[in-house]
């Protein structure tokens, strides 16, 4: 009886070889499963920059009730593309004046209306967020975003990219899992971050314009509204202005004053 149990028994040595197989099949399954776990990890990647794209500016912008289009995020509240991902998430400060908040309005509020100096106009405008519920980002790999102001965009210094680092793309090597968007050596016009936030705009009028036409957009740096002037290119009907910030913004000709809200593939604007 004890030799027929020793015989059913497995010695050491036939033990080693089956724990070897068994680790050898479990490292193939493994190594099979590292795509799939890989493509989670930069799908999961993409997603976070969505969001953080999406506080910046939203794409496609919402509807109001009336059907009109209405941006919202960063840049149009402040007219400019964040210069960190900290300004997403807490208030920066008036550059102009540091004591006081970014914007100043009536009764202390924070976010209301600003007025055009001499005029009951004006535009809301100033920090209203934070604009991400998050307060810690990483990649699918649990690495940090790396913030990138080594190539500012020449439109507006304050633009920053997100460099995933140690993320790889599925079936590719050494590819950083960062949407173009937020990509500064990127050189097509499509589907950049500068494109999604600032968009050119032509203002036709009817008949030409008694004075000069003026756009105005919050100036986060001081605190203030700027006032953009046409560009070069305008003609006595059709005024052109360049790199305007997306979001509710202000026309004014000869003191008469129209909104518009500036998006991506707007049409002209006809002020009368």
Known sequence: MRDDARRAALTLLELV???AILA?????????????????????????????????VTLPPVRRGDGSLAVQGFVSD???????????????????????????FARGVDYGVQRIASSTDGLPCGWRGPYLQATTFTTGWGTDFIENTSNPDPQDASRFV?????????GTANVLAVPSEFDPTVSTTDNTLLDSAYVDVSVMFGTPPM????????????GTLKRLTED????????????????????????????????????????N
Do not use: W
């Not at 190594?31 to 794209?53: C, F, V």
């Not at 997100?162 to 599925?170: R, S």
């Not at 360049?242 to 000869?254: A, C, M, N, Q, T």
């Open 162 to 170: 997100l460099d995933a680092i140690h993320v790889v793309q599925p």
């Open 78 to 104: 402040m007219g400019r593309l964040p210069r960190s991902l900290n300004e997403l998430l807490v208030k920066p400060v008036n550059e102009a004046d540091p004591t006081k908040n970014l914007f100043e």
């Open 211 to 222: 004075g000069a036409v003026s756009l105005y957009i919050p100036d986060a740096n001081s």
């Open 17 to 19: 070889v089956v724990l």
């Open 24 to 56: 050898a099949l479990t490292g193939v399954a493994v190594k099979s499963l590292e795509p799939i776990a890989d493509q989670a990890r930069y799908e999961a990647t993409k997603k976070t920059l969505g969001h953080i794209r999406d506080a910046i």
């Open 232 to 271: 070069g290119t305008s003609t006595t009907t059709l005024k052109v202005f360049l790199d305007v910030p997306v979001g509710v913004r202000l026309i004014e000709e000869s003191s008469t004053y129209k909104y518009v809200d500036v998006t991506r593939g707007m049409p002209p604007v006809h002020f």
